[in-house]
T-cell receptor, first 109, second 117 residues
Framework: GENVEQHPSTLSVQEGDSAVIKCTYS??????FPWYKQELGKRPQLIIDIRSNVGEKKDQRIAVTLNKTAKHFSLHITETQPEDSAVYFC????????FGTGTRLTIIP | GAVVSQHPSRVICKSGTSVKIECRSLDFQATTMFWYRQFPKKSLMLMATSNEGSKATYEQGVEKDKFLINHASLTLSTLTVTSAHPEDSSFYICSASGRAVRGETQYFGPGTRLLVL
């Protein structure tokens, strides 16, 4: 990857509502797009990923969509819970990853 | 599965000394290991990529003589910060990937917080 933009940088959502985080990238050769969740002082944890031959993937409350033509992908979290509060990073690449700038998600009880 | 450990978790050292950080894949063979640096409230910046038995590939702007990386086996990579200075203080995180564990997926270690006085 070369450059990844991630928006928003901070997001506050009422518990139970949905949260959406978006990323755009520039390297058309990228085929792998993971999302990581990082809690304060902890390691990044993979929560979902998608490969370029698929447009959407869902795992319970989490879904990711990919538009390879427009070079953007999004993370969707539904029915948010307080434990979803963390910093989320998108990434893109193949073997080597370039990470987005991160989104601090706060779920308001 | 796919557990990565890192040691030490935190280290405080005097300016001018060298510090070694170990990264281990505990239950899989890591054909590739990555070293990242993360500043407070910032993203992960890739420092270098290492494949077992070969020299590491460093990202632009990363001094290879200052950040020595060794990937001697399929389960261990080390990062040595040589002649550390206060500006080297940071959170260093490794990750590992392997063909037997979903190919390009990177699994992260818990990180090492380095403070250089």
């Amino acid at each position: 990857g070369e450059n990844v933009e991630q928006h928003p940088s901070t997001l506050s959502v009422q518990e139970g509502d949905s949260a959406v985080i978006k990323c755009t990238y520039s390297d058309s050769a990228s085929n792998y797009f993971p999302w990581y969740k990082q809690e304060l002082g902890k390691r990044p944890q993979l929560i979902i990923d998608i490969r370029s031959n698929v447009g959407e993937k869902k795992d319970q409350r989490i879904a990711v969509t990919l538009n390879k033509t427009a070079k953007h992908f999004s993370l969707h979290i539904t029915e948010t819970q307080p434990e979803d509060s963390a910093v989320y990073f998108c990434a893109e690449g193949n073997e080597k990853l370039t990470f987005g700038t991160g989104t601090r998600l706060t779920i308001i009880p | 599965g796919a557990v990565v450990s890192q040691h030490p978790s935190r280290v405080i050292c005097k300016s001018g000394t060298s510090v070694k950080i170990e990264c281990r894949s505990l239950d899989f063979q890591a054909t590739t290991m990555f070293w990242y640096r993360q500043f407070p409230k910032k993203s992960l910046m890739l420092m270098a990529t290492s494949n077992e038995g070969s020299k590491a590939t460093y990202e632009q702007g990363v001094e290879k003589d200052k950040f020595l990386i060794n990937h001697a086996s399929l389960t261990l990579s080390t990062l040595t910060v040589t002649s550390a200075h206060p500006e080297d203080s940071s959170f260093y995180i490794c990750s590992a990937s392997g063909r037997a564990v979903r190919g390009e997926t990177q699994y992260f270690g818990p990180g090492t917080r380095l403070l250089v006085l």
